[in-house]
């Protein structure tokens, strides 16, 4: 972890968040974004705190992607500010990565591109998420649910203060994702990572979720998933059928299926 | 045994093999082969400035394909202009204005063909110097910046998030291809630098499970292609240049076919 500014005067907080949180790890303040002048984000202001999950929703094209790519830097605001603690580390899954075939790359070498790692953590990692097998694959030969799992051992191996996950049940079927999602919060619960979602699965997203922010283009409401559910903003840009769907989440399997077809009886 | 201008020609045509081959990986990776092609007619722009300036012609060459590699990089990064349109404009303006300006300089005699399409034949004992001088800086320096370089490569994004400073990492990459490119120019010529760079990097591919064994590879093919080529032009009277790149087409044709035998054999 970061040393950040721990200190506990008001000023070291965003004047605007909506949201109190403590020691936000990474935050934006009244973010406005146009590109190709289409107006992506307006006045959008968003915080992560401290071992915290914040889930972005919203349709498509809310801008959600956008929102997460402006607090890790990748994006420059018109107006509005980011703040990052200073030597966050940050493990970031994107929405979408595209591998060109000409580049030989085993998920071995996929997985410590930028740090090195030894084995003993690139199994237990790849196990974590039920791909143990797949180490030294070519990362060409790996379907998307593989793959999608790949990505998000990626993310975490780097024990990251804060995971930037872009819609990571993205090409897993609902089992999967309700056991992505669960790792995600054994994860938090071991490490006290910060998370930071971007889903459009309401189903399996909100278990795991401390507090969400619905966007479209603008924050329409934020809070914690059951304030949320009930507020008159989600309600219309979801529709009632969706803000039942927030509380049928814990449900249980007496077994899991792994990617390569086998079944774990859970115990 | 053979003429010394011979072993002269092969000795530095393997010289500008070694680097070409692994900076024409990343060529290949990055779909750049159109801004090799782009920086190699700018090449023409550039020796039409070292007869101006009174310099060297790979000083000239040198100065125009850093301007024009960096002008790239950062229109490049604006995203205003589709990059392929803004390489074809580059690429055939820088040429013509070339050519124009050689023409007008009625006081020197410039062995124009020597520059479209290489002169390697006629490589001095300096020529040398310079190719395995900058041949091994070249490589050096790559070998500083491969790491962060293999990152961005596969995913920009997230190299950036990690912490990789992407836009330095570029920046030198950007200096390492002009350089590279302004080297082959003596030994194939403007019309056929990309190809060094490119045919024994793609030759390369199917046998390489690795980016180094694909770099590797490329610059070992590379080297090949120029003795082959060489010879080739030497039994038969046929011009080098075009012949060096023919023969590293002709094992890019068998690498193919070798990739191929070699799955089946796998299965």
Same mark, same amino acid.
């Given at each position: 972890m970061p040393d950040t500014?721990?200190?506990?005067? /008001?000023?070291?907080?965003? +004047?605007?968040?909506p949201v109190q949180m403590n020691d936000p790890l990474v935050s934006v303040e009244n973010a406005t974004l146009t590109r190709h002048g289409r107006r992506?984000? #307006?006045n959008v202001s968003m915080g992560v705190g401290r071992s915290e999950i914040v889930t972005l929703i919203g349709?498509? $094209? /809310?801008g959600k992607s956008m929102l997460v790519r402006t607090a890790l830097g990748l994006e420059q605001l018109d107006t509005g500010r980011v703040m990052r603690a200073p030597g966050l580390k940050i493990g970031y899954q994107p929405q979408r990565v595209s591998l060109d075939e000409t580049l030989p790359l085993s998920v071995r070498r996929f997985l410590t591109l930028t740090e090195s790692k030894s084995d003993e953590d690139l199994n237990a990692v790849l196990d974590s998420v039920q791909v143990? !097998? &797949? &180490?030294?694959?070519?990362?060409? +030969?790996? =379907?998307g649910g593989e793959f999608q799992r790949v990505m998000l051992a990626r993310a975490m191996l780097r024990r990251p203060d804060l995971l930037v996950l872009d #819609?990571?049940?993205?090409?897993?079927?609902t089992a999967g994702a309700v056991e992505i999602y669960q790792l995600i919060a054994k994860l938090r619960a071991e490490t006290g990572c910060s998370v930071l979602l971007v889903s459009h699965d309401l189903n399996v997203v909100m @278990? /795991? +979720?401390?507090r969400v922010y619905c966007l479209h $283009? !603008?924050?329409?409401c934020s809070g914690t998933p059951d304030e949320i559910s009930g507020h008159a903003e989600f309600l219309r840009l979801f529709g009632p059928a969706a803000a039942k769907t927030? @509380?049928?989440?814990?449900h249980h399997h007496d077994h899991e299926h792994a990617p390569d077809g086998s079944v774990t009886h859970a115990h | 045994m053979f003429e010394d201008f011979m072993v002269r020609a092969v000795v530095a045509g393997v010289g500008v093999a070694l680097i070409a081959g692994p900076l024409g990986c990343f060529v290949v990776w990055r779909r750049m082969a159109y801004f090799g092609d782009t920086l190699a007619h700018a090449g023409l722009t550039g020796v039409a400035l070292g007869l101006v300036l009174g310099t060297e012609p790979i000083v000239g060459i040198i100065l125009t394909g850093l301007v024009i590699g960096l002008a790239l990089m950062i229109l490049e990064r604006q995203r205003r202009v589709p990059t392929d349109a803004l390489l074809g404009i580059l690429s055939h303006s820088a040429l013509a204005i070339g050519l124009i300006v050689i023409g007008f300089m009625e006081s020197v005699r410039v062995n124009l063909m020597g520059y479209l399409?290489?002169?390697? &034949? /006629?490589? =001095?004992a300096s020529d040398i110097a310079w190719i395995y001088g900058g041949a091994a800086a070249l490589l050096a320096i790559l070998f500083t910046v491969w790491k962060p370089l293999i990152a961005v490569t596969v995913d920009e994004d997230m190299a950036v998030a990690e912490g990789i400073n992407a836009v330095r990492t570029q920046l030198v990459f950007t200096v390492l291809i002009a350089l590279t490119v302004a080297l082959a120019m003596k030994i194939v010529g403007v019309l056929l630098v990309t190809a060094l760079l490119i045919i024994p990097a793609a030759a390369a591919r199917r046998f390489a499970r690795s980016p180094e064994s694909m770099a590797l590879g490329a610059a070992i093919l590379g080297a090949v292609a120029v003795i082959g080529g060489l010879f080739a032009s030497l039994q038969w009277? +046929?011009? =080098?240049g075009p012949s060096v790149v023919a023969a590293a087409a002709g094992l890019f044709a068998l690498s193919l076919f070798a990739g191929a035998t070699i799955r089946e054999s796998v299965r």
């Open positions: 500014h721990t200190h506990d005067h /008001a000023h070291a907080h965003p +004047t605007q968040v992506i984000l #307006e349709p498509n $094209g /809310a143990a !097998h &797949l &180490l030294d694959a070519s990362v060409h +030969t790996l =379907s #819609e990571p049940e993205q090409n897993v079927d @278990a /795991a +979720t401390d $283009g !603008h924050v329409c927030l @509380a049928v989440y814990p | 399409f290489g002169d390697i &034949l /006629a490589v =001095s009277d +046929t011009p =080098s």
